[in-house]
Nanobody, 125 residues
Framework: QVQLVESGGGLVQVGDSLRLSCAAS????????MAWFRQTPGKERELVGR????????FYGRSSTGRIKISRDNAKNTMYLQIESLKLEDTAVYYC??????????????????WGQGTQVTVSS
């Protein structure tokens, strides 16, 4: 089991930058590829991006842009999501999760498990 806790969300302004953190405990964090998803009311959870176990390779979702960067620090058991130049449409609950199905599609939530409780990001004008 891996326990994941997101933090860093809140109310921000359009154009601000934000860094979310996902802190892991339990089993060895570095054993798992990790991902960020986000969800808005009435919509499915969508992939923001995924990072491999060592942090060298990242994959970003279809709606992600160059404003987003995922990183991890295995020594700190933490993954990060940096979002630059925030837009209104970035408003969502952001979740982190560990990849539990090797070879599964990164776009499928079933590929991931041990979901955190989520952190709300609200972008205002």
């Amino acid at each position: 089991q891996v326990q994941l806790v997101e933090s860093g969300g809140g109310l921000v302004q359009v154009g601000d930058s934000l860094r979310l953190s996902c802190a892991a405990s339990g089993r060895t964090f570095s054993d798992y590829a990790m991902a960020w998803f986000r969800q808005t009311p009435g919509k499915e959870r969508e992939l923001v991006g995924r990072i491999n176990t060592g942090g060298e390779n990242t994959f970003y979702g279809r709606s992600s842009t160059g404003r987003i960067k995922i990183s991890r620090d295995n020594a700190k058991n933490t993954m990060y999501l940096q979002i630059e130049s925030l837009k209104l449409e970035d408003t969502a609950v952001y979740y982190c999760a560990a990849q539990i199905r090797p070879g599964g599609s990164f776009y499928e939530t079933g590929t991931f498990g041990f979901w955190g409780q989520g952190t709300q990001v609200t972008v205002s004008s």
